[in-house]
C-alpha cells in the first residue's frame, strides 16, 4: 500500500502485506504473517499482527496488542499497556513498552524504556 494509508477498525489484512509510511490502523485490526509497517504508522488497541512482521521506525501500538513470534520492532516504536509479543522477537533501541507487556522467550533487546521510566 502506498504512504499515508487510513484503514477503519476490524480491518484485516493476508500474509505479505507490506504498507508503507504514516499509514493508520483502527482498534481490533489483523495482520497476517510476514507483514511490514512502515515508519510512523500507528495501529489501535486490541489489534493483532501474525508471526514473522516488521514494524518500520517510529510505530505506535495501541494498548492489548498482540505480537506473533518472530516480530522485529525498529528503533523508537511505542507498545501500549498489556501488549503480549511472542517468542524470538527483536525490540530495536529506544523501543517504549507500556506497562504489564508480556515478551516471549528469548527476546533480543536494545536499549528498552517502560512508560513509567518516562514520566
Known amino acids: ?3 499515508w494509508c487510513n484503514l477503519g477498525k476490524y480491518c484485516a489484512l493476508g500474509n505479505g502485506c507490506n504498507l508503507g509510511n504514516l499509514c493508520n490502523l483502527g482498534d481490533s485490526c489483523e495482520l497476517g504473517n ?3 509497517l512502515g515508519e510512523s504508522c ?3 488497541s486490541w489489534c493483532r499482527l501474525g508471526d514473522q512482521c516488521e514494524l518500520g521506525n517510529g510505530c505506535h501500538l495501541g494498548d492489548c496488542c498482540n505480537l506473533g513470534n518472530l516480530c522485529k ?4 516504536c511505542k507498545l501500549g499497556d498489556r501488549c503480549e ?6 525490540l530495536c533501541d529506544q523501543c517504549h513498552l507500556g506497562n504489564d507487556c508480556t515478551l516471549g522467550k528469548p527476546c533480543e533487546l536494545g536499549t528498552i524504556k517502560t512508560l ?3 514520566k
Do not use: S, V
Not at 520492532?73 to 523508537?76: C, I, P, T, V, Y
Not at 509479543?85 to 527483536?90: M, Q
Open 116 to 118: 513509567m521510566e518516562l
Open 34 to 36: 510476514g507483514c511490514i
Open 85 to 90: 509479543l511472542g517468542n524470538y522477537c527483536i
Open 1 to 3: 500500500m502506498n504512504n
Open 73 to 76: 520492532l525498529d528503533k523508537g
Open 42 to 44: 500507528t495501529m489501535g
